[in-house]
Nanobody, 122 residues
Framework: QVQLVESGGGLVQAGGSLRLSCAAS????????MGWFRQAPGKEREFVAR???????????EFADSVKGRFTSSRDNAKNTVYLQMNSLKPDDTAVYYC????????????WGQGTQVTVSS
């Protein structure tokens, strides 16, 4: 069983920045694919970013078009934590942000966090 705990959400003005953290349990965190998703009120959950282990110390990051150039993703395997750095935030980024973990070889995300609210004021 893997537990995911997000933190770092809050209220920020447009143009500001926030860094979300997702702390995971599990002895093989370094091999997990870690994803970030968000869900705004009245909308479906959407993909934001993904950080995929490709072998050794190499990870591949992917981002939704809506956040490319503004968001970055990193991970600290020593802390079992993945981060989502969000810059140049827009009101449209307002949502509950979730992290998710896919175990090595899993075709889908196996575990989800409880979510953290991000609100961007105009």
């Amino acid at each position: 069983q893997v537990q995911l705990v997000e933190s770092g959400g809050g209220l920020v003005q447009a143009g500001g920045s926030l860094r979300l953290s997702c702390a995971a349990s599990g002895p093989t965190f370094s091999t997990y694919t870690m994803g970030w998703f968000r869900q705004a009120p009245g909308k479906e959950r959407e993909f934001v970013a993904r950080n995929t282990w490709t072998g050794g110390q190499i990870y591949y990051a992917e981002f939704a078009d809506s956040v490319k150039g503004r968001f970055t993703s990193s991970r600290d395997n020593a802390k079992n934590t993945v981060y989502l750095q969000m810059n140049s935030l827009k009101p449209d980024d307002t949502a509950v942000y979730y992290c998710a973990a896919a175990l090595r070889g899993s075709p889908e995300y196996d575990y989800w966090g409880q979510g953290t609210q991000v609100t961007v004021s105009s």
